[in-house]
């Protein structure tokens, strides 16, 4: 495999950039190369203000489970507010919020630490304590974003259930982090129309089921009509009224829980994966610089919901480490129409963008189905710098945005990274490296990825394998909330070295060394960005005792979300067809729907009498995967206790 369609950095880029070029790059791989301790503790001391200098660096003692800085005491709350505000600058914006409908509302570092400070105050009086867990169920609002402030503010660890979860999941997660109160909107404002937000809050705590839990907090987003129990559901505006403008930061250690965030593993199960304050805020930071090459003038948008990890990173915490200027979009990328992204850039003039593949594969096929759309009506001009995150993005689609979007003259940073990596871990720097379109290219500076086999031998360049990391870096999960054990097999397992393993494959490049991820080697899906379990929908659908006996769920390639969800079910009648079939499908769509929210929805639902099992009764994913592509299935099948099967699953209804 050799890559060669290589953009180069233009030299203004080269000039101006915080980092200048393949020689500044590489240095800064030396200097973490020679002295690992020394390269982070200067970049910790650099981007974050301590209020307790921390004295050591690294600690390794109770590896797989390491800490960082952990002697340092610092809050991200002052790092992301007071101290930009002391420096001079608290009426620059810090939030240029742009609604559902429209309208917008700027909001300066000044008046968000107001709100801040206000609404840490109110929790404070509400009995929330540092260590305490607060979910918070919210959409795109300045209120979101203050709420995740406010609660580091005060030491309390935040964690945000995205809107789309169900009302079962949002339970799931309150119940696991034995939260104490969860924050939340009565309605969010969405594509035109609203949708409940209190409504399933109150289904999630139906008949006491979260005893840990005391007060629900409730923004006033839409008015909407909402049910009300008193004594526990309380107005934000309410809580609010009256507090003091000013609240003393809580000093945490570096280890304290910023954030749990639960996302989709192997099993069942979500995990709460748990990050820490000091290093994962150092992470967020100094990728905000690096990789987005953020300048005091710029416009930042990253298009990510706070619900996902790229909102922590690069909406919450990193751009607002620097004192940036940020987009927070309330809406959907298709609403009045598909030209919302490029006439909101237009409008606030955005300089750096940072949005997902499958986001902009399915504006290119607007686009290309309407002249209206097109990003060539709109003037792009603003835009320096371009973003891609959260899948692989194909060839053409880097091409057209590149083209389209960015005017050819806009470098696109293709980041690699996960919830339980912090911030970027493989992406270009824009003033340095040259791209590969569908590469991530080369690890951040101090992030030392590899590719490796079954056993952690390295792979040579050119020959795939399993993607890990070498060494511990500041912004690592540090545990999975409630099960240490599963956090060690699941990213540390016995065999490989005592490496981190990322759970995707990838190659290099055999002539430029350059990563390009192949996807995840685990069973885990990635849908729109996405990322879901197979078994997680598998124990959804057989949750469905009424109708369903067994279900498999397997990924096959989709042009515009890049994976799909296709599940084969074997129900406890006899095999339904035609529009029985059809009424079933929809029936088992929207229990999923229910059960975990609606993007986890199977696209593609096949009946069978069985599934293909061996003779030792496992089912044969692999076999599904062909199935599911529209394959025959070439392979041997010797194996399997009932060949047949694998033909009538293939069969449309
Ligand atoms: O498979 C990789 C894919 O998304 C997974 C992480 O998902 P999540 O934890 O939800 O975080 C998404 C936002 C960081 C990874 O294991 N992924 C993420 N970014 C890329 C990617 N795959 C290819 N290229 C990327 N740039």
């Avoid at 742009?98 to 909001?107: N, P």
């Avoid at 505006?237 to 507090?243: L, N, S, W």
């Avoid at 300089?351 to 902009?360: E, G, Q």
């Amino acid at each position: 495999m050799t890559q060669t369609a290589l953009y180069q950095p233009s030299a203004e880029w080269q000039a101006n950039a915080h980092v200048k070029g393949m020689a500044a790059y590489q240095s800064l791989v030396d200097e973490a190369d020679r002295d690992y301790e020394g390269y982070w503790a200067r970049l910790a001391r650099e981007f974050i203000s301590w209020k307790t200098p921390f004295t050591q660096v690294l600690d390794s003692s109770e590896a797989p489970f390491f800490k960082w800085f952990a002697d340092g005491r610092l809050n991200a709350s002052y790092n992301c507010l007071d101290r930009h505000i002391e420096a001079g600058k608290g009426d620059k914006t810090a939030l240029i919020f742009e609604a559902d409908d429209g309208a917008v509302a700027r909001v300066s570092y000044s008046e968000l630490l107001t709100r801040v400070a206000q609404l840490a105050n109110a929790l404070k009086a509400r009995g929330v304590k540092k260590g305490d867990r607060v979910v918070i169920y919210m959409s795109m609002s300045v209120e979101g974003v203050a709420a995740m402030q406010a609660c580091a503010r005060i030491g309390a660890t935040h964690s945000v259930v995205f809107g789309g979860f169900s009302a079962q999941s949002l339970r799931d997660r309150i119940q696991d982090a034995g939260a104490v109160m969860v924050i939340t909107a009565d309605e969010q404002q969405r594509g035109g129309k609203a949708l409940p937000l209190k409504a399933i809050v109150d289904e999630a705590l139906e008949g006491g089921s979260c005893p840990t839990l005391k007060d629900v907090i409730v923004y006033k987003r839409t008015g909407g009509k909402i049910n009300w129990v008193e004594g526990r559901d309380l107005w934000l505006h309410d809580v609010t009224q009256g507090q003091a403008s000013t609240c003393e930061p809580e000093w945490v250690e570096a280890e304290h829980p910023l954030f749990l965030l639960y996302t989709s593993g192997s099993t069942g199960k979500p995990k709460g994966v748990q990050h820490s304050t000091g290093g994962y805020l150092l992470h967020a930071a100094l990728t905000t610089k690096w990789t987005f090459d953020l300048q005091d003038s710029d416009v930042f948008w990253c298009t990510a919901d706070i619900g996902w990890v790229t909102g922590h990173s690069y909406i919450t915490y990193g751009p607002l480490a620097l004192g940036g200027t940020e987009i927070v979009f309330e809406g959907v990328p298709t609403y009045p129409d598909a030209g919302r992204f490029w006439q909101m850039i237009e409008k606030h003039k955005v300089t750096v963008f940072y949005t997902a593949p499958t986001a902009i594969r399915s504006l290119i096929k607007a686009a290309e189905g309407s002249e209206a759309v097109h990003p060539a009506r709109y003037d792009l001009s603003s835009l320096r710098l371009l973003g891609s995150v959260g899948e692989p993005i194909n060839p053409a689609a880097w091409e057209w945005y590149h083209k389209h979007v960015g005017g050819s003259r806009c470098p696109i940073v293709d980041t690699f990274w996960q919830t339980e990596t912090g911030g970027h871990m493989i992406t270009p720097l824009p003033g340095a490296t040259p791209l590969v379109p569908g590469s991530c290219t080369l690890p951040f500076p101090g992030i030392t990825t590899a590719i490796v086999d079954e056993l952690g031998n390295d792979v040579p360049n050119g020959q795939g394998g399993i993607l890990v990391v070498k060494k511990p870096w500041p912004s690592m999960i540090r545990t999975i909330w409630n099960d240490p054990e599963r956090f060690k097999s699941s990213y540390y397992p016995a065999e490989l070295k005592g490496y981190y393993l990322a759970g995707d494959g990838a190659i290099r490049d055999a002539d430029t060394g350059y990563f390009t991820i192949t996807g995840r080697i685990d069973d885990v899906l990635n849908v729109s960005g996405h990322r879901m379990g197979t078994m997680e929908i598998e124990s959804a659908l057989v949750s469905c005792t009424e109708l369903v006996a067994e279900a498999a769920v397997v990924g096959r390639p989709d042009d515009t979300t890049g994976e799909a969800i296709c599940a084969f079910v074997v129900l406890k009648r006899a095999r339904p067809h035609g529009d029985e079939a059809k009424a079933i499908a929809k029936q088992l769509r929207d229990w999923v729907a229910k059960e975990i929210g609606p993007i986890a929805k199977p696209k593609d639902i096949r009946f069978g009498d069985n599934l293909p099992k061996t003779r030792s009764g496992k089912i044969m994913r692999r076999l599904l995967r062909n199935v599911a592509k529209g394959e025959s299935v070439t392979q041997d099948t010797s194996t399997l206790e009932n060949p047949a099967i694998l033909e009538q699953l293939g069969q449309a209804y």
